[in-house]
């Protein structure tokens, strides 16, 4: 299969984006906060949904990068990787990525994980890319949950910044 690559410009792109993003893992290290450059990127072990059935579930590495991010807050994660001279081998399982409008275009786009946390994006516009890496290998099963139940959730929670 080819290596995927994806453009999110509107809220329907980031569905999209979202629904491949969905059950990918990460370390809380695998997230950073570039604020000079007004980015947020991470690197995580997608679930690759275009699996053959019959076949062994595998995952993929991906890279995804948003674009003319103001602010980052995160609820729940206990280490801040995303916060320079910190680190954190907490172990995230990325349910949602979601997109609440402001004044158009700007709007907070939500990473929503598993057990509570969340990482809020505050965005001018929606501007995200999705790429594989290029590492495939077999999963040790197939995730089984209800994303949307747990994400709103989450998005009910207390939020705290970390641009500071």
Do not use: Y
């Amino acid at each position: 299969m080819e290596l995927l690559k994806l453009a999110a410009l509107d809220t329907e792109d980031l569905a999209v984006v979202s629904a491949h993003l969905q059950d990918a893992i990460l370390r809380a290290d695998d997230l950073a906060w570039l604020p000079g450059e007004h980015r947020f990127v991470l690197v995580a072990r997608r679930f690759d949904r275009s699996t053959a059935p019959g076949k062994a579930p595998r995952r993929r590495l991906v890279g995804v990068h948003f674009e003319r991010v103001m602010s980052v807050k995160a609820k729940g994660l206990k280490n801040m990787g995303i916060v320079p001279g910190q680190t954190s081998d907490e172990i995230l399982s990325l349910l949602a990525v979601t997109f609440e409008p402001g004044e158009a275009p700007s709007g907070t786009a939500t990473l929503v994980f598993a057990d509570g946390i969340a990482v809020r994006l505050d965005v001018e516009c929606i501007e995200v890319r999705m790429k594989d890496l290029g590492p495939v290998w077999e999963a040790e099963g197939r995730p089984d949950h209800d994303a949307e139940q747990a994400g709103q959730a989450v998005l009910q929670g207390q939020t705290r910044d970390i641009t500071s």
